[in-house]
């Protein structure tokens, strides 16, 4: 026998029995309700913590990007300096560039060359 027949055979009357399975039915219902609760509320913290981490995650996309904006402006600024020396290079390499430089800071110049010279007077 259950517990159910049991309390059935002790109760002498029906009302009994049905208060019993009525306050059995309350504390299901009870339980059900404190469950339902309980899953909402991890619901909400979960949903919380995924706001957090997703507000968390979007700021730092947003400084990578503007680091990466400001790396693309250097990469770019130091391109054109890169080029500029490969320019300032070949123009030293030139004969010309040499020629200047021998005449203006070494007073040199070429065999032929007839030097004219102003008096002080």
Same mark, same amino acid.
């Given at each position: 026998?259950?517990?159910?027949?049991? &309390?059935? #055979?002790?109760?002498?009357?029906?009302?009994?029995? #049905?208060?019993?399975? %009525? $306050?059995?039915?309350? *504390?299901? &219902?009870? *339980?059900? *309700?404190?469950?339902? $609760?309980? $899953?909402?509320?991890?619901? $909400?913290? /979960?949903? %919380? /913590?995924?706001?957090v981490q997703l507000y968390n995650l979007y700021r730092t996309d947003a400084a990578y990007a503007k680091k990466e904006r400001e790396l693309e402006a250097d990469l770019s600024a130091q391109q054109d300096r890169q080029e500029e020396l490969s320019n300032y290079e070949a123009y030293t390499r030139a004969e010309e560039y040499m020629e200047g430089i021998a005449k203006s800071k070494l007073g040199m110049v070429h065999k032929n060359e007839i030097i004219f010279r102003e008096s002080d007077d």
């Open positions: 026998m259950s517990d159910n027949d049991l &309390k059935m #055979e002790f109760s002498s009357d029906g009302k009994t029995a #049905e208060l019993m399975s %009525g $306050v059995k039915k309350k *504390r299901k &219902k009870a *339980r059900r *309700r404190t469950i339902r $609760v309980l $899953v909402s509320l991890i619901a $909400v913290f /979960v949903l %919380g /913590v995924m706001s």
